[in-house]
């Protein structure tokens, strides 16, 4: 009788475990395009660019969004790709989004790499910037929420794309 109580422990133990590992994930997914953190990483990445841009992300996250501003008081798009490129890149790019947007190689959206700069006409005057990181999403100084990481893929970031270039 303890040998069968044992054996049947045991097998049921061993199908718990067992099963754990075709389990699928039920978590929800955000319908949300805008994405705050890095948490769902399973594992680090070893692009160094890629690593830069979310310290940056998590140095600056939440800096509101100020016309002209560059700290972390209030900063805008164009000084916040300023700012990013000159301090986790060694890079001085221009202040403008205007030149920056002139600056190195434009490329197509199936080209982007860690640290190519994305360009949007959010207006008829007005134009907005950001640096991509990678699977759709990039950094940029949002108008209405400050420093933060959205997705490209976007209704909204779709309709405005305009275009990307490469440092």
């Known amino acids: 009788m303890k040998t069968l109580t044992i054996l049947a422990l045991t097998l049921f133990i061993s199908t718990l475990l067992g099963g754990c590992g075709s389990i699928p994930d039920k978590r929800p997914r955000s319908t949300n395009n805008e994405t705050h953190t890095n948490s769902s990483r399973m594992l680090p990445d ?3 660019a890629i690593i830069k841009l979310y310290a940056q992300h998590k140095s600056w996250k939440g800096t509101r969004y100020k016309l002209g501003g560059l ?3 209030g ?3 164009s000084g916040f790709v ?6 986790r890149f ?3 790019l221009p202040r403008t989004t205007e030149r ?4 190195g190689t434009e490329i197509t959206r199936q080209q982007l790499q860690a640290g190519d700069l994305v360009f949007f006409n959010t207006s008829r005057k007005v134009r907005h910037v950001g640096i991509y990181i990678e699977g759709g999403k990039f950094l940029h100084a ?3 929420k400050g420093v933060m990481i959205s997705n490209i893929e976007n209704i909204y970031w779709e309709e405005v794309y305009w275009k990307a270039v490469r440092i």
Do not use: F, L
Not at 100 to 103: D, G, P, S, W, Y
């Open 82 to 87: 300023h700012i990013t490129y000159k301090e």
């Open 100 to 103: 920056q947007a002139k600056m």
């Open 90 to 92: 060694g890079i001085t």
């Open 142 to 144: 949002s108008t209405s």
């Open 75 to 77: 900063i805008d798009c």
């Open 71 to 73: 700290s972390k008081k």
């Open 46 to 48: 070893t692009n160094p």
